[in-house]
T-cell receptor, first 114, second 114 residues
Framework: SQKIEQNSEALNIQEGKTATLTCNYT??????LQWYRQDPGRGPVFLLL?????KEKRKERLKVTFDTTLKQSLFHITASQPADSATYLC?????????????FGKGTKLSVKP | GAGVSQSPRYKVTKRGQDVALRCDPI?????LYWYRQALGQGPEFLTY????????KSGLPNDRFSAERPEGSISTLTIQRTEQRDSAMYRC????????????FGPGTRLLVL
């Protein structure tokens, strides 16, 4: 079955630096991969989706890459701010599952220090 | 407009009791998803619906768990004869259509089984 690994449970960086979070998956390459942000006590909020035929996607200070050879997605936040502190989750469709069957990683907790 | 709402927000019950958790999706959203999220983990897929049809229930842990969405809008997740291991955050999400991958999450119901 498909598995997701978000390598760092926690990442601490200084304000203004670029945060880079990693999402690795096993087995097959999914049709797309998503990144969500989750704040304490709240539900995940969708940020970006990247498809298997896209190498890179950008949205404001966010950038996502998708390398199907490495079976990896990288999520970058440039010019990070304390308000970016949250847990970031990657998600992808479960192999052999229905269209709505997503699996999520454990998440990486990002802390941006002023 | 209103987002996904869930009720109750908190539920404390005794082992062996049945509980019903309610999800009210964003108006007009075709697809509705149920997840369970343990502390420090990403959401774990349980089941999902397109309109009133349950498309995939492969994530339901056992036959004590069931879900319905009789009119294609509000959904209820029912847990019969609750056990302590059922204690978790139960999250609902909805999406505009089956092929629209972006899921919008509700605030969740925190279930505690004593």
């Amino acid at each position: 079955s498909q598995k997701i690994e978000q390598n760092s449970e926690a990442l601490n960086i200084q304000e203004g630096k670029t945060a880079t979070l990693t999402c690795n998956y096993t087995n097959y390459s999914p049709a797309y991969l998503q990144w969500y942000r989750q704040d304490p006590g709240r539900g995940p909020v969708f940020l970006l989706l990247i498809r298997e035929n896209e190498k890179e996607k950008r949205k404001e200070r966010l950038k996502v890459t998708f390398d199907t050879t490495l079976k990896q997605s990288l999520f970058h936040i440039t010019a990070s701010q304390p308000a970016d502190s949250a847990t970031y989750l990657c998600a992808l469709p479960n192999y052999g599952g229905s269209q709505g069957n997503l699996i999520f990683g454990k998440g990486t907790k990002l802390s941006v220090k002023p | 407009g209103a987002g996904v709402s869930q009720s109750p927000r908190y539920k404390v019950t005794k082992r062996g009791q049945d509980v019903a958790l309610r999800c009210d999706p964003i108006s007009g959203h075709v697809s509705l998803y149920w997840y369970r999220q343990a502390l420090g983990q990403g959401p774990e897929f349980l089941t999902y619906f397109n309109y009133e049809a349950q498309q995939d229930k492969s994530g339901l842990p056992n036959d004590r768990f069931s879900a319905e969405r009789p009119e294609g809008s509000i959904s209820t997740l029912t847990i019969q004869r609750t056990e302590q291991r059922d204690s978790a955050m139960y999250r609902c999400a909805s999406s505009l259509a089956a092929r629209k991958e972006t899921q919008y999450f509700g605030p969740g119901t925190r279930l505690l089984v004593l």
